[in-house]
Nanobody, 125 residues
């Protein structure tokens, strides 16, 4: 059974940092694009950051560029999201996602095969 389990969410003040982790089990995801999405109250889920399944190419939503960094540790089958300079508008539930097709360059929400259960990030002003 494939599972993605997020951790690292919590409450942080404006300008603070958090590091989210996503531990995968049941399948090796080293060749799959992985990513993070988020959903704020009353809003649709949106893409945050992704990392390629081919060459570890990374891409980010404009709203988080320069503040967030996605990385992966294939030996541990984990993906991380380092979030710095957090803003109140970053408050959301953050979801880890894995592509359903191997060796894709960028993760696409329509192709996501597995989702984590989500972890709450709250940035207080």
């Amino acid at each position: 059974q494939v599972q993605l389990v997020e951790s690292g969410g919590g409450l942080v003040q404006v300008g603070g940092s958090l590091r989210l982790s996503c531990a995968a089990s049941g399948r090796t995801f080293s060749r799959y694009a992985m990513g993070w999405f988020r959903q704020a109250p009353g809003k649709e889920r949106e893409f945050v950051a992704g990392i390629s399944g081919r060459n570890n190419f990374t891409h980010y939503a404009d709203s988080v560029k320069g503040r967030f960094t996605i990385s992966r540790d294939n030996a541990k089958n984990t993906v991380h999201l380092q979030m710095n300079s957090l803003k109140p508008e970053d408050t959301a539930i953050y979801y880890c996602a894995a592509d359903s097709i191997p060796l894709m360059g960028t993760i696409n929400e329509r192709r996501v095969g597995y989702w984590g259960q989500g972890t709450q990030v709250t940035v207080s002003s």
